[in-house]
């Protein structure tokens, strides 16, 4: 069974690793998202799961629809500042003045 996602009015089904939409920006959208490795009926679900997150959408549950979870953020501030100091985060901080 596919799985189905409302995303900006437009709805898309995942299934067996594309995305079909009726509007071609948002299935492009959808389909640089697409995992190839999603063949089961959970994978598919994860996967629609992710991408309508990703976008704000919702995810089609049983006869009604629910907005889908905001995915973990792939970056975090950790990643890129000093413990304690997200201030010297940035690319121009190596051009702030060293005391």
């Known amino acids: 069974m596919p799985a189905r996602i409302r ?19 948002l299935q492009a959208m959808l389909q640089a998202l697409a995992d190839p490795r999603a063949t089961s009926v959970d994978a598919e679900l994860r996967h629609a799961r992710y991408a309508a997150g990703r976008f704000g959408g919702q995810i089609a549950v049983g006869e009604g629809w629910e907005a889908a979870p905001l995915p973990e953020p792939e970056i975090r501030m950790e990643d890129i500042a000093p413990p304690g100091r997200p201030q010297a985060a940035g690319w121009l901080s190596f051009l702030r003045k060293r005391r």
């Not at 437009?10 to 071609?24: I, K, L, S």
């Open 7 to 25: 995303i900006y009015g437009q709805e898309a089904t995942f299934t067996q690793g594309r995305w079909v939409c009726a509007d071609e920006t």
